[in-house]
């Protein structure tokens, strides 16, 4: 797998380009999706490049779970995780993904539908 990330996440990470970062570490990025799907549409990405899920190895295991509590502490921390939200990753063209770089959504701030429409 090349490791060259010229994706729009990419030139977030190297603020080349500017987007509305609500949460960083060392690990994951957070901010808000310039095409929000729900009141609340935040996408927390790697900052280690992976194209799609099927490129992960078992040691980004914790990588992974990282994306996730990156997620629910936001969730936590801006009062909505016990009213709820919905994290999704998609992988590849079939599966919704546009950017190829791994990134989980968090939707919130209404009641969500399933199966999403």
Sequence with gaps: M?????TIFGKIIRREIP???VYEDEHVLGFH????KAPVHV???PKKYIPTLNDATAEEAELLGRLMLAA???AKAQGFADDGYRVLMNCN???GQTV???HLHLLAGR????PPG
Excluded: C, E, K, M
């Excluded at 090349?2 to 010229?6: F, G, P, Y």
């Excluded at 999706?33 to 929000?36: G, R, Y």
């Design 19 to 21: 987007a509305r970062i």
């Design 111 to 114: 009641q969500l539908q399933w």
């Design 33 to 36: 999706d310039v095409d929000p």
């Design 2 to 6: 090349s490791q060259t990330n010229d």
């Design 93 to 95: 063209t079939h599966g």
């Design 43 to 45: 996408l927390f990405i």
């Design 100 to 102: 190829f770089h791994i």
């Design 72 to 74: 629910a502490g936001y």
